[in-house]
C-alpha cells in the first residue's frame, strides 16, 4: 500500500511531509506485521521508533536543492521529490542498523540504538543470546528498509525515463556504500594496509556517496538538469559528504558525547582506521598509542589519554585542515558551475547554506 502526502502542507516546510509520509509508512507496516506475530509487530514498532525523529539531513538536502533548480514546480512534482526524498531515508536507516551491528555500537541519538534497545528488553535471556537476537533483529530491519527504499523508487510517480536514471543511480549507491563499508571493516582488521589516501577514498564511497552525492544528483535528475550540472552535483556531494565523515570522527575522540549523542570514544575501542589514526602512525606519538588502540575494554582514562596524545602529535590539526580543503573545492566547484550557467545562483546559494552547517558542527 502506498501512502499519501497531504497537498495541503506549506511548501515552505518540505521535511514535514518526508516526516508524515515515513510516519504513514511504518503504521501501515506495523499494522501488516501484526498476523506474523506479536514479537515481529513489536520489532516494527520498535524500529519505527528509532527510524522517526532524525535530523532528516538527506531529505532536506533533495528538497531544497530540488527547488533551487525548479522554483516554479507544480504539487505533482514536489510530491514526487517528497516520494523519492523519503526512500533516501529508508535507505539511511537501513544502512545504520547495519553499521551499528558492524560496530558493535549499542547507542546512537543519545540514547540505546535498536539493538541496545531489544538486547535490554528481553530479561528471560543470557546477555549473550539477547544480544544476539537484537543484532540479527537489526541486519533483518535493515534488509527490509532497504529492500522499502529499492521499491519506493521503482514505484515513484515520476516520467518513465526518469525513474530509470533514479534507479540506476541508487543501485550504484548501494554498491559504492557497500564497497565503502568493506574496505572501513578491512582497514580495522589490518586486511588493508592502512594510510591517509586510503581512508579517504573508503569514507567518500562509505558516507559521501549516499549522504551527498545521491540527493543532490537525484534533486539534478527530478529537475531534468543538464548531464554537467549532475556530475557537478556529484562532486559537490563527495566533498561535502568526505568534510561530514571527518567531521564525524574529530566528534568521536574530541568532541563532547552529551552533546553528539554518540558512543564516547567508541573508534578507539573498535580499532577504526579515521584520517585521525592514519596521519598518527606516520608520527612518533603512535608508538605510544599502538597498545590500547582497538582495545574493547578500554578504559575512559586511557581512552582520554589516547586522545591527548592523537591532539598534541598533530592529528586533531591535520584532518581539521582536511575538512577545510573539501569545504573549499566544494565553493571553487559552485563559483565555477555558477558562472558557467550549469545552475543557477539560487541552488548555488542552498548548497551554501548546507555547507555552513557543517562548518563548526558540533552534533
Known amino acids: 500500500m502506498t501512502a499519501t502526502v497531504t497537498q495541503t502542507a506549506p511548501r ?18 506495523c499494522e501488516n506485521a501484526e498476523v506474523y506475530g506479536a514479537e515481529f509487530a513489536a520489532l516494527w514498532r520498535a524500529t519505527a521508533d528509532h527510524a522517526l525523529g532524525g535530523k532528516l539531513v538527506r531529505p532536506r538536502l533533495l528538497l531544497d536543492i530540488h527547488r533551487a533548480l525548479v522554483p516554479t514546480a507544480g504539487e505533482d512534482a514536489m510530491i514526487g521529490a517528497v516520494d523519492i526524498a523519503t526512500h533516501i531515508e529508508l535507505l539511511h536507516y537501513a544502512f545504520l542498523l547495519h553499521d551499528d551491528v558492524i560496530d558493535g555500537d549499542l547507542t546512537r541519538r543519545k540514547r540505546p540504538n535498536l539493538i541496545g534497545q531489544l538486547a535490554a528488553g528481553t530479561p528471560g535471556a543470557s546477555e549473550q543470546d539477547a544480544l544476539h537476537w537484537a543484532r540479527s533483529s537489526a541486519i533483518l ?32 549507491t548501494i554498491l559504492e556504500t557497500v564497497a565503502g563499508e568493506h574496505t572501513d571493516v578491512a582497514l580495522s582488521h ?30 539534478a535528475l527530478l529537475a531534468d538538469s543538464s548531464t554537467s550540472a549532475e556530475k557537478t552535483l556529484q562532486a559537490v556531494g563527495r566533498h561535502l559528504g568526505l568534510a561530514y ?25 573498535e580499532g577504526k582506521e579515521t584520517a585521525i589514526i592514519a596521519f598518527a602512525r606516520s608520527t612518533s606519538a603512535w ?40 569545504l573549499d573545492a566544494v565553493y571553487a566547484l559552485l563559483s565555477e558551475a555558477e558562472l558557467a550557467g550549469e545552475i543557477s545562483s539560487d541552488a548555488a546559494r542552498s548548497i551554501l547554506v548546507s555547507t555552513s552547517r557543517l562548518e563548526g558542527r558540533h552534533a
Not at 589516501?197 to 545521491?214: E, I, N, P, Q, R
Not at 575494554?297 to 573539501?326: H, K, N
Open 287 to 326: 608508538h605510544d598509542i599502538e597498545p590500547r588502540f582497538g582495545s574493547a575494554d578500554l578504559s575512559l582514562q586511557d581512552a582520554t589519554s589516547m586522545r591527548d596524545l592523537l591532539r598534541e602529535c598533530g592529528a586533531e590539526r591535520f584532518v581539521i585542515g582536511l575538512i577545510g580543503d573539501q
Open 141 to 172: 530491519m535493515g534488509d527490509l528498509m532497504l529492500s522499502a527504499a529499492i521499491m519506493g523508487f521503482a514505484r515513484a510517480d515520476v516520467p518513465a525515463h526518469t525513474r530509470g536514471r533514479l534507479l540506476d543511480l541508487v543501485e550504484q
Open 190 to 219: 589490518g586486511i588493508i594496509a592502512s594510510d591517509v589516501d586510503t581512508v579517504l577514498s573508503m569514507s567518500v564511497y562509505k558516507t559521501a556517496t549516499y549522504s551527498f552525492s545521491l540527493p543532490l544528483r537525484a534533486a
Open 245 to 269: 565523515q571527518l567531521q564525524d570522527d574529530l566528534l568521536c575522540i574530541f568532541g563532547d558525547h552529551r552533546t553528539h549523542g554518540k558512543d564516547p570514544f567508541s573508534d578507539l575501542r
Open 12 to 29: 515552505e516546510d518540505m521535511s514535514t511531509r518526508v516526516e508524515e509520509v515515513l510516519r504513514q509508512r511504518f503504521a501501515i507496516h
